[in-house]
């Protein structure tokens, strides 16, 4: 394991009981290349990681760095040129397309820093995005009634009790990221992957939005992984990374 | 199910889907209502023509001695699949209406006076081959219609006009409601019919003297074709020779052929055995003789499936254009489903269903529209030529009474369902683009 993948305090109890525990998500040598009009930018080179069932980590760098491209990589939204990385004990970079597909909407939920939700659908039907998706239109039938309860008891649970007809139109920014966190936790992922999820934010709402993340991440026994560039926020983390020219350090106390 | 889902909120949130579908149901409503007035033009000509020209016509070559109309009758008779033949005389005449100046106003066709064709028949061999006592019956006009449609010349004495019956042993004619409509006439009014005598064949250099006779209305007939009905008027066999002085008994020969029978090997057989007995003749089937209209009619619908080709590029277009337009403002939503979980052949099939919405609404708008467009256009032609004054169809241009309207239910579906299908196809295109699409450039999209 290289020293990315230790704790930002490697004394605690917690960092013991990591070092004995499978990790849940393992990258080892993740390398990308883009290739911008000729010229080849390489953004991650060989970045390491491990992450760990209930944890929390924050991820910073200054902006550039690759810490989006990172997240994109560990959500296998995006494929590495290079490197290995093992999902629940499936090594991620030799499936198909739609087999990390799967992957991803069991396994995986994201949370963006613009929300991103779909401006026709409801706040119950963008929470209900990732079980749709899990379902054909069969199967959708018999889970429909459960995926929808669910969903409520979770937007209620964010304080969405109320708005959940609404459109994200007719919704303020927090209430807005509360949906996305929502739809992130509909399927029960294994990781809640965080690209900046207070950056739209006012000071207030950051921190209500922040405090829920912390708790029902810990409630859900999720792995949070956050990028952010709020100290703050990263201090809270269970432990706290740093993307440096392309690998991943310790972050600094 | 997310795709159906989400491709019906795509699909019915946005004004620009509803103009597509629009756009292709005018285009399919427009298509079917064309089709349906050419395949009811061509229908409404083929039993016109069929009905006023009979299965087979023989025109006696009469140069040199006229034809027994008996022998020319029994030869065509002895043909075992020729079902009854009626002879019948031809000649041109002016028309008068009788005790009117001889232009009641500037349209010719409705002028007191004009050029006819006066056919001579023999009525109870007319029925028997012909349509004949079809047209007496479609007469809409109640005082219009004849006294006996079985002896259709036989006018009544109480239904003479003329207060001193100085006409009272006149011959009788046969006229077209629209003629007698026009000309303010009706049953038992006095016309003249004015021709050129057989006697004035006779070269004693005396100038030609016309042959003026008047007749009494005795009712009148309606084909449905307006050129015909504008243009023709009947009188008796007997009539004809006497107020013509012709020693011809045919000028031409209607023929009925037996259900099923080919009709050109009977006109085969027909024009050999004439010329056989020395009754020289030209014999042509119904087909024949006006091949020249019928191919054109026939060629005007075939064109129509060139436009349909150009009407499905155009139907495609639009579709294409929405579709893109729609991948083109929801690349970030491309990029949501992908990191959601939805493989790349998902997010294509939400945007190929939102074109099978569009392409199908809109061909089933089309298909109901144009069905009910093309079963209602006269009554849309009245409300249209009574609302703003305008004429929009000119009868005497196409020659008739009302627009024609046949519907070919498998013609409409095709055209609807080559329309969906190839709106359907063009749809893959950019539903393939959006399938394509880097979610992480897709998420990045401004």
Redesign the interface.
């Known amino acids: 394991m290289s020293d990315a993948v230790l704790p930002a305090d490697p004394g605690t109890q917690a960092a013991e009981t990591r070092a004995a525990a499978e990790p849940v998500l393992s990258a080892r040598g993740l390398v990308r290349v883009y290739r911008i009009a000729q010229q080849r930018l390489e953004v991650l080179k060989g970045a390491d990681v491990d992450l760990f069932a209930g944890e929390s980590v924050a991820i910073m760098g200054r902006s550039g760095a690759g810490k989006s491209t990172l997240l994109h990589a560990l959500g296998l939204l995006d494929r590495p040129d290079e490197g290995s990385l093992v999902v629940r004990g499936v090594e991620s970079t030799r499936l198909s397309k739609p087999a990390r597909a799967r992957l991803r909407n069991k396994q995986i939920g994201f949370v963006f820093q613009f929300y991103h939700l779909i401006p026709e659908l409801s706040a119950l039907d963008n929470a209900l995005l990732p079980r749709r998706i899990e379902f054909g239109p069969f199967a959708w039938a018999g889970e429909r009634r459960e995926a929808r309860e669910k969903a409520r008891a979770l937007l209620a649970e964010l304080g969405l009790g109320e708005r959940m007809g609404h459109r994200p139109s007719q919704l303020s920014g927090g209430e807005r990221q509360r949906v996305a966190i929502a739809r992130a936790l509909v399927s029960e992922p294994t990781l809640l992957l965080c690209d900046e999820p207070t950056g739209n934010l006012d000071e207030r709402t950051s921190g209500v939005i922040a405090d829920l993340l912390f708790e029902i991440s810990e409630k859900r026994d999720h792995t949070l992984v956050m990028v952010t560039h709020d100290a703050e926020l990263a201090r809270r983390a269970d432990r706290g990374l740093q993307l440096h020219e392309g690998r991943l350090e310790p972050l600094d106390a | 199910?997310?795709r159906?889902?989400?491709a019906s909120?795509?699909t019915f949130?946005r004004p620009v889907s509803y103009l597509a579908m629009v756009a292709i149901g005018l285009a399919v409503m427009a298509l079917i209502v064309v089709l349906s007035i050419m395949n009811g033009f061509l229908e409404e000509t083929r039993s016109f023509l069929r009905g006023t020209t009979a299965d087979i016509v023989v025109f006696p070559h009469q140069i040199q001695f006229a034809y027994s109309r008996e022998a020319l009758e029994d030869a065509v008779a002895e043909h075992p699949d020729v079902r009854g033949a009626c002879a019948r005389l031809v000649r041109p005449a002016i028309f008068k209406v009788y005790g009117r100046a001889p232009v009641l106003h500037g349209n010719s066709r409705d002028a007191a006076q004009h050029q006819v064709l006066v056919l001579g028949v023999d009525a109870e061999a007319e029925i028997a081959v012909t349509d004949f006592s079809e047209y007496l019956a479609n007469v809409e006009t109640p005082l219009f219609r004849v006294a006996d449609p079985e002896r259709p010349f036989h006018l009544p004495i109480e239904r003479i006009r003329d207060l001193e019956f100085k006409f009272a042993n006149a011959p009788t004619v046969l006229v077209s409601e629209e003629m007698l409509s026009g000309l303010l006439l009706r049953p038992g009014d006095a016309l003249n019919l004015v021709t050129v005598p057989d006697s004035a064949l006779q070269l004693d250099g005396q100038p030609v003297k016309p042959a003026s006779q008047t007749f009494l209305v005795a009712g009148a007939y309606r084909t449905g074709h307006y050129n015909h009905d504008q243009a023709t008027v009947y009188i008796s066999h007997k009539d004809f020779v006497r107020w013509t002085g012709t020693q011809h008994q045919v000028s031409e020969l209607y023929v009925s052929v037996d259900e099923g029978a080919d009709l050109d090997r009977v006109r085969d057989e027909l024009d050999a055995k004439l010329r056989d007995i020395g009754m020289v003749s030209t014999v042509e089937t119904w087909e024949d003789r006006h091949r020249i209209w019928l191919g054109a009619v026939e060629n005007e619908r075939n064109i129509l499936l060139v436009i349909f080709f150009f009407f499905l590029l155009l139907v495609c277009t639009i579709t294409f254009s929405v579709l893109t337009m729609m991948v083109q403002q929801k690349v970030?939503?491309i990029?949501?489903?992908?990191?959601?979980?939805?493989?790349?052949?998902?997010v294509g099939g939400v945007f190929a269903t939102c074109g099978i919405y569009i392409a199908t609404l809109g061909g089933v708008f089309g298909l109901v529209a144009g069905i009910a467009l093309a079963s209602n256009i006269n009554a849309v032609k009245d409300f249209i030529e009574d609302t703003f004054d305008i004429e929009v169809f000119q009868k005497e241009v196409y020659a008739f009474t009302e627009i024609p309207v046949a519907l070919d239910h498998q013609w409409n579906a095709a055209i609807a369902g080559a329309t969906v299908v190839g709106a359907v196809l063009i749809c893959l295109l950019p539903a393939f683009r959006a399938a394509r699409m880097d979610?992480?450039e897709a998420?990045r999209h401004e």
Do not use: E, K, N, T
């Open positions: 199910m997310y159906l889902h989400l909120r795509y949130q970030r939503d990029g949501i489903l992908s990191a959601m979980g939805a493989p790349a052949g998902g979610p992480v998420l």
